[in-house]
């Protein structure tokens, strides 16, 4: 069922006919709607949906950080766009059907802030601790930029994120992991953003660690 807006001229949102309105970014535009295709998809087509679904799957859960992560190169794309195209092209990993993800090679930000020299991770007391060099001064670093921490948790498949740790000059951070995390292996990502969020840093992936 359509919407119409201002009269047959104006914009509207759903399926209207043949035809689909919609708005991306405050950018009103319509489309046809795709004809049924009766032919089987080809090989390459089925082993790009199987590549797709996996990224999808996987940065679904943490799409308002990868919103954050991403404005500065989104364009008029979403940060959610730009990530999973990332992890299609970069860091899947495996021929099909046993395709992985490579989390080394997994993105959460990309951008112009100076990002974290020398990170480290470990686990105590039921918390993931990362350290780093205070390179304030660095490019365009500043103490006051804030620290975005990742950690996923394979085996459980879920995750935990601030994107708005501690300060730079701080040069150390933690995130408090749930209760049944306790001896599960982790992986750690982290990034700086400005204190006013307009800048950020291309994301590193620092590595893995045991909950402990």
Do not use: C
């Not at 990993?93 to 046993?98: L, R």
């Amino acid at each position: 069922m359509g919407r119409y807006s201002k009269g047959i001229l104006g914009p509207f949102s759903g399926k209207v006919g043949t035809v689909v309105g919609s708005s991306w970014n405050g950018i009103d535009y319509m489309r046809s709607l795709p004809k049924p295709s009766s032919k089987a998809p080809t090989e390459a087509q089925t082993i790009q949906r199987v590549r797709m679904a996996l990224a999808v799957g996987f940065l679904k859960p943490i799409s308002p950080l990868l919103t954050q992560g991403f404005k500065r190169v989104a364009g008029n794309s979403s940060g959610f766009n730009v990530a999973t195209s990332q992890v299609v092209k970069e860091a899947i990993a495996g021929v099909y059907p046993d395709f992985t993800i490579d989390y080394s090679k997994v993105l959460i930000s990309r951008g112009e802030l100076t990002g974290p020299w020398n990170a480290t991770v470990a686990s105590a007391a039921g918390a993931v601790n990362v350290g780093w060099t205070d390179n304030t001064g660095s490019g365009i670093a500043k103490g006051t930029d804030k620290a975005i921490l990742l950690v996923y948790n394979e085996a459980k498949g879920q995750y935990v994120y601030d994107m708005a740790g501690a300060d730079r000059s701080a040069a150390t951070d933690s995130l408090i992991m749930p209760a049944d995390f306790i001896g599960d292996q982790v992986h750690v990502w982290m990034a700086f953003v400005s204190a006013d969020g307009k800048l950020i840093s291309t994301s590193q992936y620092i590595g893995m660690t045991e909950v402990m």
